[in-house]
């Protein structure tokens, strides 16, 4: 990859990076209450972490999740903004073995129910991005942090790779510095800043 100046922000300018992150991460949303809506949030949140040794297994569990998020929206018994949840969390169940359309199906589906979600423009963001529309994907991403999404880090981390794929840089590194700054603990922000060849900038000149 080429080394490109980036437009100087603060004290550092970045000048290019060893090779591109991978893909931008989900929310999902919490639904209690037991039945399916509740099975289909726990398993969207574990989609975000299982890696199962057998690549069918963990089809068919995905498989087997979203047929669980499919029986709850069908059951007629969840609230209007349980419903509105299970969309986004089937959504990052979708996302999770690359469903991308019809995760962007579902996380609109939400959206017309509840505009004003941060989460669902958030993952919406990162469908965008993870399908390539990458200017999308940070307009969508900005709304959820400007709604005040409940994981403000992975929305800037998804900002990270889209601006990185968009040749941005300074802006790339900067939204994993605040990733990395509002989560510590989470190391893939400081992976991707790993990555970054930076210079101090004389801001006197």
């Not at 990859?1 to 990076?17: F, P, Q, T």
């Not at 040794?53 to 087997?64: G, L, Q």
């Not at 968009?166 to 802006?171: A, S, V």
């Not at 990733?179 to 210079?199: C, H, I, N, S």
């Amino acid at each position: 990859m080429n080394r490109v100046r980036a437009s100087v922000i603060g004290a550092v300018a970045v000048l290019g990076a060893a090779a591109f992150p991978l893909a931008a991460k989900a929310q999902a949303i919490a639904v209690f209450g037991g039945g399916e809506g509740e099975a289909c949030w726990r398993a969207a949140m574990a989609s975000t972490l299982i890696h199962m040794d057998s690549a069918v297994e963990e089809a068919r569990w995905k498989a087997d999740s979203i047929s669980k998020c499919d029986d709850a929206l069908a059951g007629g018994v969840l609230s209007r903004q349980d419903r509105t949840y299970t969309y986004v969390n089937r959504a990052v169940l979708e996302m999770s073995r690359e469903g991308y359309k019809t995760a962007d199906d579902n996380l609109h589906e939400a959206l017309r129910m509840m505009p004003k979600l941060a989460e669902a423009h958030v993952d919406l963001g990162s469908t965008m991005i993870n399908m390539q529309r990458y200017d999308e994907g940070v307009a969508e991403t900005q709304i959820g942090i400007d709604l005040k999404s409940k994981e403000p880090e992975r929305a800037y981390y998804n900002l990270g790779i889209a601006y990185e794929f968009l040749g941005k840089l300074q802006e790339a590194y900067d939204s994993y510095k605040i990733a990395a700054t509002l989560q510590p603990k989470w190391q893939d922000p400081k992976d991707q800043m790993a990555r970054f060849v930076v210079q101090p900038v004389n801001l006197s000149k």
